[in-house]
Nanobody, 116 residues
Framework: QVQLVESGGGLVQPGGSLRLSCAAS????????MGWYRQAPGKLRELVAA???????NYADSVKGRFTISRDNAKNMVYLQMNSLKPDDTAVYYC??????????WGQGTQVTVSS
């Protein structure tokens, strides 16, 4: 089993910044990718950003140029730097990890609220 623990969420004003962190721990495993999803009330969970083992990244069109995903492979950590935040970014953000064995793991989520 793999456990994911997110941190860094909170309340921020429009135009502000937050940095989310996700720590993976557990038995030995090999990571295929780590990423961030988000889910707003009444909406489907959507991919925000992902980073593969070789460092390749993907972003939702709505966050390109504002969010940056990064990873520390040695520490099994993934980060999401969120700048120029908008009210539409308000959601619960979930860390996701997929192993080479095709297992899929989720964190409990961290609330991000962008409001004046």
């Amino acid at each position: 089993q793999v456990q994911l623990v997110e941190s860094g969420g909170g309340l921020v004003q429009p135009g502000g910044s937050l940095r989310l962190s996700c720590a993976a721990s557990g038995s030995s495993f090999s990571i295929y990718y780590m990423g961030w999803y988000r889910q707003a009330p009444g909406k489907l969970r959507e991919l925000v950003a992902a980073i593969t083992r070789d460092g390749s990244t993907n972003y939702a069109d709505s966050v390109k140029g504002r969010f940056t995903i990064s990873r520390d492979n040695a520490k099994n950590m993934v980060y999401l730097q969120m700048n120029s935040l908008k009210p539409d970014d308000t959601a619960v953000y979930y860390c996701n990890l997929k192993t080479l064995g095709r297992a899929n793991y989720w964190g409990q989520g961290t609330q991000v609220t962008v409001s004046s």
